[in-house]
């Protein structure tokens, strides 16, 4: 069989990133330059090992990547192909810089399903304490104490930078990044910044609606976009754009869909970019659990497509250390709004919290935060199948449901309509708080709920399950 194809590859033995990620990530550029063609068959793994003097296994853990994230597929018997129903990338002009029910007991459970919040008990809270107590005790802490950039401070910004480089392929630095109090004001100050009265956001429904209070706040309309197991449904915002609707921006979360939890798949990620630039709207890419995926590794960001001209990207640490540390991160590769953005923040705040900012780069650049995630994934990973072991066990012929790549949480869809009004009030009697389906549509009926299971223990996850299922 001919294969003109060779993988042009410098692996970096020194690089902190793993070898079959290299190839993964050597294999995804050749695919996204046009050198590997759709429908390309790869070869083999073993000749790829040859080639390349390197274990097969390696490529084998490569090419599952690349399988797991749709950049390839197999074929019985035939081999490791390119994707074929990938949308090809116009390069455009990169203008980014260098870029109660009988028979319960009425006792209360106290457990939320609501949150999709990280544990308290593994969370990273004594290092941040520690971190806090060697701010105020070391000699030059006055150096921290004072006015900083409305942006943030420069060294966090530059760490905030590289980690988004490194470990989600973004090409940005510290002048693209406004340091906020979370991902909720970085959406705020954008939607002040970005629209005005009358302009069109496209939202995913269901979806996230103290965003669309945020666009609304902003004088914008909202166009919903209906949401299905591959996401967002870019196809119907391409109908509604060759309609003649002029959208300003579309609002996603891309990598785990609020509240559904499914990914965007590649090749809507991939149209969704090519409208963008034919449309010229920005892509508001809220990235707000990024870190807790549990296949290979996370997803790039669409914001990561050096192709993308217009994006803001929103990422945070509420899901990471507590929802109570109010960081986020704003980043665009216009300068312009960034610029606008740390004007509108310096009149509402001067700065944010420079101490805090301060203690968290520490954890960064100590690497508490790297070893707390790698732990954290494991134990997020564990619960998520105890989860979906109880749900099996309790509730398997009453829902559906599919298994969640990442996230805190599961989507829950009942087999019969269900009064949720009234069930909330049966569940709230014992304790159980869960946010009702008409929370997540945007004027439209939905039958689904958020099951949170980040901060509950397994004891209580399994009491809360089998009440939920005795009254449903
Ligand atoms: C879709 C979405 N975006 C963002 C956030 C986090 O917001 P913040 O960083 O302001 O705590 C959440 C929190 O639950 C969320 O569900």
Not at 37 to 44: F, I
Not at 50 to 63: G, P, S, W
Request: charge should be positive.
């Amino acid at each position: 069989m001919l294969r003109p194809w060779k993988l042009q590859l410098d692996i970096k033995s020194q690089s902190k990133k793993a070898i079959y990620l290299q190839i993964a990530d050597a294999i995804i550029s050749d695919i996204r330059s046009g050198r590997l063609k759709e429908g390309t068959v790869l070869p083999g793994t073993r000749k790829l090992a040859e080639d390349l003097k390197l274990n097969r296994n390696t490529i084998v853990e490569a090419y599952n990547v690349l399988l797991s994230e749709e950049w390839l597929v197999t074929q019985d018997r035939k081999g490791t192909f390119v994707n074929s129903k990938l949308p090809i990338l116009q390069k455009g002009n990169i203008n980014s810089v260098s870029k109660d029910i009988g028979g319960l007991p009425k006792h209360t459970l106290n457990i939320s399903f609501e949150g999709g919040y990280p544990d308290r008990d593994i969370a990273p809270i004594n290092e941040l304490a520690r971190a806090y107590r060697q701010i105020f005790n070391s000699q030059s802490r006055w150096q921290i104490m004072g006015y900083e950039s409305e942006l943030g401070s420069n060294e966090f910004r530059n760490e905030i930078a590289s980690m988004l480089n490194f470990q989600r392929g973004m090409q940005v630095n510290d002048k693209n990044i406004c340091i906020t109090r979370g991902s909720q004001m970085a959406l705020y100050l954008v939607s002040q910044c970005m629209l005005k009265k009358g302009d069109i956001v496209a939202i995913e429904n269901p979806g996230y609606p103290l965003a669309w209070k945020t666009f609304k706040n902003a004088g914008a309309k909202l166009l919903s976009i209906e949401v299905d197991k591959q996401g967002m449904n870019v196809e119907s915002l391409k109908r509604n754009l060759e309609n003649g609707i002029k959208v300003k921006a579309v609002f996603v979360t891309s990598h785990h869909q609020f509240p559904t939890t499914v990914s965007l798949s590649l090749e809507r990620r991939l149209s969704l970019i090519q409208l963008s630039n034919q449309y010229s709207f920005t892509i508001i890419e809220d990235d707000y659990d990024h870190e807790f995926h549990f296949d290979y590794r996370p997803l790039l960001p669409l914001s990561s497509y050096k192709e993308l001209k217009n994006f803001v990207y929103i990422g945070t640490m509420s899901k990471i250390i507590s929802p109570a540390l109010r960081i986020g991160y704003l980043v665009s590769n216009h300068l312009k709004l960034i610029s606008k953005v740390g004007e509108l923040r310096k009149i509402i705040d001067i700065q944010g919290d420079s101490i805090m900012e301060q203690a968290v780069l520490q954890l960064i650049q100590e690497g508490t935060i790297r070893r707390y995630l790698k732990k954290a994934i494991s134990y997020y990973k564990n619960k998520r199948d105890f989860t979906e072991y109880l749900l099996n066990k309790y509730l398997k012929d009453k829902i559906t449901f599919d298994t969640p790549n990442g996230g805190l949480a599961y989507w829950i869809i009942p087999l019969k309509n269900i009064n949720w009004k009234e069930l909330d009030i049966h569940l709230q009697q014992r304790g159980i708080k869960i946010i009702t389906p008409d929370h997540y549509g945007y004027n439209t009926i939905v039958n689904g709920i958020r099951l949170s299971y980040g901060t509950i223990s397994k004891s209580q996850l399994e009491e809360g399950i089998k009440t939920f299922s005795k009254l449903i």
